[in-house]
């Protein structure tokens, strides 16, 4: 189970912390970070892997950080200088495997979304 918080209203500029609770962290896993649109497909923002890789999209590279604290069996989003175009449903999703994707597709578990809104 995935529960999604964090997120919020922040006008352009601005920055949100979104944190994603985790009933259970396989040994071996990746976790991402997905956001959508009004209408517009669901897109990944960033992954990592239980190896510590990460991946961004390239609308996220040098504005979001994507973090783990396995103690907590939580993950994180940091998302800084945020711009309108960034104004989504935002969601957590995780696969078993260290392997992955940018495709939405290939995740099985996902949280219930928090939505984040970015003014001009």
């Known amino acids: 189970q995935l529960v999604e918080s964090g997120g919020g209203s922040v006008q352009t500029g601005g920055s949100l912390r979104l944190s994603c609770a985790a009933s259970v962290f396989p040994s071996s896993y990746c976790m991402g970070w997905f956001r959508q649109a009004p209408g517009k497909e669901r897109e990944r923002v960033a992954t990592i892997a239980s190896d510590g890789t990460t991946s961004y999209a390239d609308s996220a590279k040098g504005r979001f950080t994507i973090s783990q604290d396995n103690a907590k069996d939580t993950l994180y989003l940091d998302a800084n200088n945020l711009k309108p175009e960034d104004t989504a449903v935002y969601y957590c999703?995780?696969?078993?495997?260290?392997?992955?994707?940018?495709?939405?597709?290939?995740?099985?578990?996902w949280g219930q979304g928090t939505q984040i809104s970015v003014s001009s």
């Open positions: 999703a995780a696969k078993i495997g260290v392997t992955c994707y940018t495709s939405s597709s290939m995740f099985s578990y």
